[in-house]
């Protein structure tokens, strides 16, 4: 593979992994896969599925579109619209965690939407408190292969290798080096793991 194709590739592949794109892959298999996720008694989950892709996907996906309109990060470039895409995140993270305390969730539905919350703001804390560079994407990638392992096992260990290539294309493209892949990674895992034992 040229140096070319190859850098190609490994975009393609950050692309297609971004955080709100596995959230939507996530919440549709897990929707089908293990519904008891999202339904209370005779309440199918159709409304509990359909908030998450609205909090999880579709509000940071906004950012992109938004960001040449909204004042403060038009103009501003990939900067600018990173930085958005934060802020569209926390507050879809926000409203996901309101929405599913106060529709009375399923405790699953609750540990999937906190951990997106979690693992935020501790991504938040470690680089700009800590400044210690965590991966985004990572913590991304791992969070649903995380919990989607936990509800339905052994079947969903093809994440791990999803996550390995990712790991490889930020690696070639020099986007993050490999502590900080592992650190955003270990962030959802812990926040998953943490979330399991007080709630479920």
Known sequence: MTGTAKEKVCKVIRVLTVAPLLAFA???I?????????ATGENTGLANYL??????????????????????????????QRNLAILMAVIGYIGATI?????????????????YLF?????????????????????????PVAYLLYFLGPVAL???LLMAV???????????T???????ALISVASITFLILILL
Not at 119 to 143: E, Q, T, Y
Not at 178 to 184: I, K, N
């Open 51 to 80: 908030f998450g892709v609205l909090f999880l996907t579709v509000f940071p996906l906004l950012a992109y579109p938004l960001q040449p309109i909204v004042p403060g990060f038009r103009g501003k470039g990939r900067e600018g």
């Open 26 to 28: 996530a919440l549709t």
């Open 178 to 184: 490999l502590p900080q892949l592992l650190t955003g």
């Open 166 to 176: 990712v790991f490889w294309a930020s690696l070639a493209m020099r986007r993050h």
């Open 119 to 143: 693992s935020g703001v501790l991504i938040l804390v470690f680089n700009k408190v800590f400044h210690i560079r965590a991966s985004g994407h990572a913590c991304g990638v791992a969070g």
């Open 99 to 115: 929405y599913a305390f106060a529709a009375g969730t399923p405790a699953g539905f609750r540990v999937v939407v906190l951990s």
């Open 158 to 160: 093809g994440g791990v």
């Open 30 to 38: 897990l929707y089908f896969a293990k519904p008891e996720v999202f």
